[in-house]
T-cell receptor, first 116, second 107 residues
Framework: QVQLRESGPGLVKPSETLSLTCTVS????????WSWIRQPPGKRLEYIGY???????KYNPSLNGRVTISVDRSKNQFSLNVTSVTAADTAIYFC??????????WGQGTLIVVSS | EIVLTQSPGTLSLSPGERATLSCRAS???????LAWYQRTPGQPPRLLIS???TRATGVPDRFSGSGSGTDFTLTISRLEPEDFAVYFC?????????FGQGTKLEI
């Protein structure tokens, strides 16, 4: 069964870039769409965007062009960058696999705090 | 974007009882592309239902999904102790994908 694991810094300063990596194990990254989702404290889940294993991306307009998702098939990983972060970007960030539109496998999530 | 509203916010039931959770969309969900997930502490979200009524692999048949258009329901026929968790819905019929705020099912 495929497993996903997020890795990242935990703490990011305001105005800097948040960078996270999702490592996929137990299966290939090929053939699927992969996504990032986040949940700010006390709020509902928010879809950030997805990437196809060949590199096609689509992002949620709510993030105002600050998001980039990339894929590294040689490492079975995909990554998220969010630029110019503010306290509003503090959240638990999840990576997930998309299968037909729903998310059939998720990472445990990693808490990212934006603070100086 | 489509806003999903779940009700009730909290549902208090006992093991063996039937649970009915609602997810209402602000506009019709295309092709009934709606999923349900379960979230328990310390665990990643688990996909239960996709396409409104299709159970995911390994999901017990006490879980069932129904509905269409703007009104969807997750039913748990007889609650087991491990079913007490948070449940949320998600639509993928329109971009951007959106999620409901969740229903907490408590003992």
């Amino acid at each position: 069964q495929v497993q996903l694991r997020e890795s990242g810094p935990g703490l990011v300063k305001p105005s800097e870039t948040l960078s996270l990596t999702c490592t996929v194990s137990g299966g290939s990254i090929s053939g699927y769409y992969w996504s990032w989702i986040r949940q700010p404290p006390g709020k509902r889940l928010e879809y950030i965007g997805y990437i196809y294993y060949l590199g096609t991306t689509k992002y949620n307009p709510s993030l105002n062009g600050r998001v980039t998702i990339s894929v590294d098939r040689s490492k079975n990983q995909f990554s998220l960058n969010v630029t110019s972060v503010t306290a509003a970007d503090t959240a638990i960030y999840f990576c997930a696999r998309i299968n037909g539109g729903s998310f059939d496998s998720w990472g445990q999530g990693t808490l990212i705090v934006v603070s100086s | 974007e489509i806003v999903l509203t779940q009700s009730p916010g909290t549902l208090s039931l006992s093991p063996g009882e039937r649970a009915t959770l609602s997810c209402r969309a602000s506009q019709s969900v295309s092709n009934n592309y709606l999923a349900w997930y379960q979230r328990t502490p310390g665990q990643p979200p688990r996909l239960l239902i996709s396409d409104a009524f299709t159970r995911a692999t390994g999901v017990p048949d006490r879980f069932s999904g129904s509905g269409s258009g703007t009104d969807f329901t997750l039913t748990i026929s007889r609650l087991e102790p491990e079913d007490f968790a948070v449940y949320f819905c998600q639509q993928y019929g329109s971009s951007p994908y959106t999620f409901g705020q969740g229903t907490k099912l408590e003992i």
